[in-house]
């Protein structure tokens, strides 16, 4: 068993329902365990300046609740810089830290990474992104309340699209991932699902749209913002050129699917995340994320886990086929 002494938590890159979660598992876990713990504020930027402080149970009092990250986040360009990553590690030899718990994306893991190779210091990593898009475990911190957050706002959405008869094209986050799109338009019944991971025909789109207007008074598109089409306004703008008698409208939902309290999966998930990366720096590890497979803790290697998913999940898109009819 690895003498951990002092463990330093961050959250980085962009903030995730159930961060809060995360840290106040590892605080505890880590009192629990008799090791000390220091929160980091503002990610790697807050390592480089030192902004580190003592935490302790009443640290993460009635925050488990709560949507974004008490120890705030930041994407750090000087980190990027081995003069930077050196500053980092001079200051955590300053505030006695020896390991860390990093909770983010791949952007995190990526500087992670690069920062045990250097320093050799022991980091576990918890996936925390509402994309859900990391290789090694079932789900990311914060997937669960972002899709739940658009099929609110969808069903909202489609009440007035039933009022007025009208199409509406929504577009969610997803740059490079359209999970959130996927599930969340199954879960929402929308017409069609537009994501980065399959080619968009726009042309089968309108004659989709064509076929159900008589059947449906209303209809939603779900459109992730990364989508080889250009996103709802380009879509929109394609089918009011070949149904200029359709009444649409374009709702981009942007960062309210990256706020508000988590939902209790990502509580949980956030919680047995926590725990299990303090218990993994107690025996040593290093060097991977922390996740859950088919309902069991999992490391993956950082180097693993940044591979963003490649493969859509065949049976969400069958799903998605049959649905829209």
């Keep these: ?5 002092n463990i330093g938590v961050f959250t980085s890159g962009g903030d995730s329902p159930g961060m809060n979660a ?13 090791i000390e713990v220091s929160g980091i504020i503002r990610g790697y930027d807050g390592m480089i300046s030192g902004e580190i402080i003592s935490m302790n149970a009443g640290s993460v009092a009635n925050i488990i609740q709560r949507g974004g990250t008490i120890l705030k986040t930041a994407r750090s360009e000087e980190f990027r810089t081995k003069e930077g990553r050196q500053k980092a590690f001079e200051q955590l030899k300053k505030h006695n ?11 995190t893991f990526t500087g992670a ?7 050799n210091i022991p980091v576990i990593g918890l996936p925390g992104t509402i994309d859900n898009d990391l290789a090694g475990t079932d789900f990311t911190i914060g997937y669960d309340t972002a899709i739940n957050t658009v099929v609110e ?10 009022s007025h008869d009208r199409l509406f094209i929504v577009e969610v986050m997803g740059r490079d991932s359209g999970l959130i799109a996927l599930r969340s338009g199954i879960g929402a019944g929308a017409e069609s699902i537009l994501i980065p991971e399959t080619k968009t025909d726009v042309q089968s789109l309108l004659n989709l749209l064509g076929e159900g207007r008589r059947v449906k008074a209303s209809k939603i598109i779900i459109v992730a ?7 709802a306004f380009e879509i929109a703008a394609a089918v ?15 960062h309210i699917q990256r706020g508000g ?14 725990i299990a990366a303090v218990e993994a720096l107690r025996d040593g590890k290093k060097g991977a994320m922390a996740g859950v497979v088919n309902g069991k803790i999992h490391f993956t290697p950082f180097k693993n886990a940044i591979k963003h998913i490649s493969e859509t999940d065949q049976e969400l898109l069958k799903l998605m086929r049959i649905l829209s009819i």
Excluded at 153 to 162: P, S, Y
């Design 1 to 5: 068993m690895n003498k951990v002494k």
């Design 22 to 34: 995360a840290i106040r598992a590892v605080v505890r876990s880590a009192l629990y365990y008799d």
């Design 97 to 107: 830290v020896d390991s860390l718990v990093a909770i983010g994306g791949d952007g």
């Design 113 to 119: 990474d690069i920062f045990i190779k250097e320093f």
């Design 153 to 162: 706002a969808v069903d909202k959405i489609r009440d007035t699209a039933e």
């Design 225 to 231: 913002e990364g989508d080889d089409a250009g996103g």
């Design 240 to 254: 009011k050129d070949k149904y200029p008698g359709i009444d649409t409208r374009v709702s981009i939902l942007g």
């Design 261 to 274: 309290p988590p939902s209790c999966m990502d509580r949980v998930l956030a919680s047995r995340l926590g």
